[in-house]
Every structure is written in C-alpha cells, then in structure tokens.
C-alpha cells in the first residue's frame, strides 16, 4: 500500500493491529524517515493504547504503552550491537503476553520465524510503501 501522509500510515498500523492476537511478534524494517514510528502509534492506537504517548524509543531501547487490550511493547535496536540485542532479552519480552513491535529488526540476529513483518520505504516526502507479511 502506499500512504500519502503520516496520518495514513498511522491508520495502516491501526489496521494491522486488528489481526493481532496476544503474543504476536511484528518485525519493522525501514531507512531513517520510513514511517516505522508513525506505524507503531497507529498499532497503539489499534490495541486501544493511548498513541499520543508513542515517541521513537532510540534512546530508552523499550518502550511500554498500556491500557488497550494488549500491552504494547515498542523496541528500537537501531543504537546496538548484536550482544546488546542478545542481552534484552527480547524472547522473555515476546513470551511476556503482549505484542512486541521491533524497529531495525534486521539488526537482530536471533529473530524468530514466526512474526508479521512490516516493510516502510520512503518514496518521497508525503508518501511511504507499506509492505505487510503476515
């Protein structure tokens, strides 16, 4: 799909967030600027979290947001090295119940089969390519 403003890529993200059951795992890959924040507040937004809360967590590495039907655990790698990553223990986090939403997940070495990736390309300023794999 292809989205022509941060507010539609936050609803691509609120719709996915329908689909998703407790446990589930969504890996987002994407280029600085691509919309992977954009997309996680739309998912916080989907689980009935609030998504005003919802910043790039670069610095804090996990965030938490609470208050919908899932607790939604929002992680950005981009800052680590692989035995940083290894030392979050992000297989506890998934186990934990809530859905766990991945920025940079490619740097993640250990990640699971079994998880719904989301593709964002900024094509140009307004508008982003939103590959979805479920």
């Known amino acids: ?3 022509t403003s941060e ?3 936050e609803q691509a993200g609120e719709a996915l967030a329908q689909r998703l059951g407790a446990g589930a795992l969504v890996l987002l890959y994407g280029d600085l600027g691509a919309g992977k924040t954009a997309f996680v507040r ?3 937004r ?3 979290a609030s998504a005003d809360e919802v910043s790039s967590p670069t610095f804090t590495i ?3 947001y609470r208050g919908g039907r899932a607790t939604l655990y929002h992680v950005d790698l981009y800052r680590l090295s692989p035995p940083e990553i290894e030392d979050l223990g992000l297989d506890d986090l998934i186990e934990s119940g809530g859905i766990v939403a991945i920025e940079w997940a490619d ?3 250990g990640r699971p089969t079994a998880a719904v990736e989301a593709q964002l390309e900024r094509v140009d300023d307004n508008r982003r390519r939103i590959r979805v794999h479920e």
């Open 1 to 3: 799909m292809i989205t």
């Open 7 to 9: 507010g539609e890529t």
């Open 42 to 44: 739309g998912l916080a």
């Open 46 to 48: 989907g689980l009935g």
């Open 62 to 64: 996990i965030q938490e």
């Open 107 to 109: 740097r993640w070495g």
